[in-house]
């Protein structure tokens, strides 16, 4: 995974104070540099250097130090240098000396920054001069990231629990509220909150539960346009956290609309076939409630975030701690049923119901689609392969009606579940090995 950073501060093009010479890109004005030098040098990191950026050095294992090569070394060069060096000493750096396309002076440039103390890559991001090093240099002694066996029952492992959504929705109030202490600083000043911070907690059922509070998310249209690199962090933080998180806690604020932004989220947990609890906090400020309000509400949150009508949904007050605990008893309900076996017995008699009650439509050409057996392949996501005559002849129509079917006869609540549909030649139906050239289809809802 690939972090690009803000990495330096930031004044807007008319203010055009250079920071020792740096390149200056965006921002938000005068105001918003002091703030920021005055938080870098609150968390003790060199002035030109983001809290963001910080906390991406923190989660990386290689950092890729990029400094200007035609400028030359600069004391903000030489302070990065130095606080790398003495804070992640235990980090590979590769320091790519950019903008060295010169045939003939590039090399002079690159060597002169042998003074930093790190042995420098000339690189031009323009030309691609040297990039195919860097790659190489970067890759080298990165491990592959272990795909987790998700079929391999490990009762050490600790359930993740993450809570995401936009800035100021009260995901760090949750947090506080679950773990019950105050683990995150809670501001009414929006993304005052935006590192994501583990904590773990143990659930009624004695499990321990790990916790992602990310950082809110602002409107990627926003960050297209300008916004700090440090929303863009956002986001992709948010993303990484969804990836770690086994049950994701989606949290809306119940007077603000469901935005694009949300449906994009519940999207991703739906690729990333991560369970999901709808969480609608500040239940609290919606005026005149009766017994309809949450048989509304709930219209109008099926009707936003289509893709997760499997998802249950939990009213919380965070603010007095009401119902917050509801969160964690619905996301050890949905860990449990994303981590649930079917016997095949069980699997295969819902199914060929299915099959009876509404069989796949014929092709023109009188063709019919048959099933000969279904089989759970994977838990976490539970994932169904049907071994079938041909693939094609089952329209995505007719894989919804399935899935609708297996969720109404065996559940699955809070989790997406994954089907497979794979052609198997008559010949080799009875065998459950089966030719990679064999077509697979999948239908992830
Ligand atoms: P985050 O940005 O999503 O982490 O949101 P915060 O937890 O920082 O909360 C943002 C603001 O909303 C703070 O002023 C909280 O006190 C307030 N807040 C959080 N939860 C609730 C709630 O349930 N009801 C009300 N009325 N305010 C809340």
Known sequence: MLVDTGGLLSVPKSGNVGVDGIAITRGGGQD???????????????AMIERQAAVAIEDAKTVIFVVDGQAGVTSADKDIANWLRKNHSNKKIILAVNKCE???KGFQQAIEF????FEPMGVSAISGTGTGDLLDAVCLGLESSKVEDVSSEDDTRVPSIAIIGKPNVGKSSILNALVGEERSIVSPVSGTTRDAIDSEVTGPDGQVYR?????GIRRRTAVAAGGSKTEELSVNRAFRAIRRADVVALVIDAMACITEQDWKLSERIVKEGKGCVIVVNKWDTVPDKDHKSTVHYEQDVREKLRGLEWAPIVYTSAIDGKRVTKILDAAIEVEKER???LTTAILN???HEAMALNPPPRTRGGKKGRLYYCTQAAVRPPTFVFFVNEAQLFPDVYRRYMEKQLRSNVGYRGTPIRLLWRSKKKSDKDSKESSSKEALAETSV
């Open 102 to 104: 010169s045939p003939t």
């Open 349 to 351: 008699q819902v199914v």
């Open 114 to 117: 042998w003074s930093l103390g």
């Open 32 to 46: 918003a540099l002091s703030a920021a030098v005055k938080e870098a040098h609150m968390a003790g990191l060199p």
């Open 339 to 341: 981590s649930r076996r």
């Open 211 to 215: 916790l992602i509070d990310t950082a």
